[in-house]
């Protein structure tokens, strides 16, 4: 994998074909499927993750906070869309509300999804994807905050929840002590 600054859409001479433009993408209504040039593309099943996201009524929630992160934590890999030439490929970011994010997904499905709804690859076409377990983005959490990656956006296409980088290690250790 290459250094994660090698990564598209940083700073403010990111490439107009940036596929948030500078904002976050319009979440479909109601459920119903997103229609991109390429046709009609429906909404990944919702997982346990959605739904605990959904049910956080905000950061005083530490209840709703802890059981979402452990279950997000527990997750066998966290997916990422490979950005870069093949051998070479970094986990794709985005500026985000002025921050710099790993665009995460928590499966190989969404990761799909988020590419084909946002015309990164044709629905026919696979998907370059890197999926590391949790433990390893711990484990480097340092060398993304040294490179600028503020966080981790989780599914941001659907329920949009994510983790600052210098947090990694700390929600780590309280959703596995506990």
Avoid: C
């Avoid at 929630?61 to 279950?71: I, K, N, S, V, Y």
């Amino acid at each position: 994998m290459t250094d994660p600054t090698d990564m598209p859409f940083q700073g403010e001479d990111r490439p107009s074909e940036s596929i948030y433009q500078g904002e976050r993408p319009a979440a479909a209504v109601d459920g119903a499927p997103v229609t991109t040039r390429l046709g009609q593309l429906a909404e990944p099943e919702e997982t346990e993750t959605d739904v605990l996201a959904a049910r956080v009524a905000g950061p005083e929630d530490h209840e709703g906070m802890a059981d979402l992160w452990r279950a997000t934590m527990d997750l066998p890999y966290w997916w990422f869309i490979a950005v870069g030439d093949p051998g070479m490929e970094s986990p794709a970011a985005a500026k985000i509300d002025g921050q710099l994010m790993l665009l995460t997904y928590t499966s190989a499905e969404r990761a799909r999804h988020f590419a084909v709804q946002n015309e990164m690859v044709a629905p026919e076409e696979d998907l370059r994807a890197i999926a590391l377990s949790p433990q390893e983005l711990v484990d480097t959490a340092e060398a993304y905050q040294e490179a600028e990656i503020a966080g981790l956006m989780f599914d941001p296409h659907l329920s949009g929840y994510f983790i600052p980088t210098d947090q990694l290690g700390v929600v780590w250790d309280a959703v596995h002590q506990a």
